[in-house]
């Protein structure tokens, strides 16, 4: 079984930067891909960013330029590097991996808030 532990998120100004983390445990199983989605009320999850265990990336236009995604395959952490944040990137922001067993696990979410 693979948990996934997001941290990183609170309560920031636009224009300001966050860093999330994506810590995933509890496993011996290899994971393929690793990505970011966000979610906010009433909306369906979005895509933001994935990473390959090859580094191969992937980014949603809507934060293309702005956020970065990285992985330290050795301990299986992933991270989401966000710059010039604003208003609209206020989400929840969740963790999903996906197993070579096609198995995929969400985290729990982390809130992210950004402010005028």
């Known amino acids: 079984q693979v948990m996934l532990v997001e941290s990183g998120g609170g309560l920031v100004q636009a224009g300001d930067s966050l860093r999330l983390s994506c810590t995933a445990s509890?496993?011996?199983?290899?994971?393929?891909?690793m990505a970011w989605y966000r979610q906010t009320p009433g909306n369906q999850r979005e895509l933001l960013a994935s990473?390959?265990?090859?580094?191969?990336?992937n980014y949603a236009d809507s934060i293309k330029g702005r956020f970065t995604i990285s992985r330290d395959g050795a301990n299986n952490v992933a991270y989401l590097q966000m710059n010039s944040l604003r208003l609209e990137d206020t989400a929840v922001y969740y963790c999903?991996?996906?197993?070579?067993?096609?198995?995929?696990?969400w985290g729990q979410g982390t809130q992210v808030t950004v402010s005028t």
């Open positions: 999903n991996a996906l197993a070579y067993t096609s198995q995929t696990y």
């Open positions: 990473i390959t265990n090859f580094g191969n990336t």
């Open positions: 509890g496993t011996s199983i290899s994971l393929n891909r």
